[in-house]
């Protein structure tokens, strides 16, 4: 079975600064990943996907993430953060085109300070 | 479009008895999965179903039973509560495999706590 490590369970970094979060998965076959985002008392929402092609996939507000065969990493990155990416991040893996297992990491907390 | 929604938002039970926390997937999505999160962790898969039939199972005892019904939607039963079912439980949907980009779309779960 698939498994994910984040290798930060906190983040701390000043608003506009850059930021990565680590993520590391391990699977003996091919994979779909993604990065979910969870605000407070709410669920999760997708960030970004990879599914197949270009290695580096781009959300609609600034992050990304690339998709790393050889070193079985998706760390996601964003040049310039802001006070309202203060978050919880979650990478998670599945199986192509089956979604009946999907696996979290533990989550990395982004607080993004003034 | 409506959403994947849950209810209750919350809940309060005692050791020892029975809870059922139900879930409305997304407008046509016909996959429901449900997922085990405590605090300061990532959500654990509980099971998935799809068409009325249980469609994979994570490291949960028998004691967590679910449902779907004709219109997709789903419920999550735990019977015998313990004091570490205290979580938030997520349900998530998702399109038919034909249309499947591996996504999955969650509610805002259901906060439950056992005394």
């Known amino acids: 079975a698939q498994s994910v490590t984040q290798l930060d369970s906190q983040v701390p970094v000043f608003e506009e600064a850059p930021v990565e979060l680590r993520c590391n998965y391990s699977s003996s076959v091919s994979v779909y990943l993604f990065w979910y985002v969870q605000y407070p008392n709410q669920g999760l929402q997708l960030l970004l996907k990879?599914?197949?092609?270009?290695?580096l996939v781009e959300s609609i507000n600034g992050f990304e993430a690339e998709f790393n065969k050889s070193q079985t990493s998706f760390h996601l990155r964003k040049p310039s953060v802001h006070i309202s990416d203060t978050a919880e991040y979650f990478c998670?893996?599945?199986?192509?085109?089956?979604?009946?297992?999907?696996?979290f990491g533990a989550g990395t907390r982004l607080t993004v300070k003034p | 479009e409506t959403g994947v929604t849950q209810s209750p938002t919350h809940l309060i039970k005692t050791r020892g008895q029975q809870v059922t926390l139900r879930c409305s997937s997304q407008s046509g999505h016909n996959t429901v999965s449900w997922y085990q999160q405590a605090l300061g962790q990532g959500p654990q898969f509980i099971f998935q179903y799809y068409r009325e039939e249980e469609n994979g199972r994570g490291n949960f005892p028998p004691r967590f039973s679910g449902l779907q019904f004709p219109n997709y939607s789903s419920e999550l039963n735990v019977n015998a509560l313990e004091l570490d079912d205290s979580a938030l439980y997520l349900c998530?949907?998702?399109?038919?495999?034909?249309?499947?980009?591996?996504?999955?779309?969650f509610g805002e779960g259901s906060r439950l706590t056992v005394l």
């Open positions: 990879y599914l197949s092609g270009s290695t």
């Open positions: 998530a949907s998702s399109l038919p495999t034909s249309e499947n980009t591996g996504e999955l779309f």
């Open positions: 998670a893996v599945s199986r192509p085109y089956n979604n009946n297992d999907m696996r």
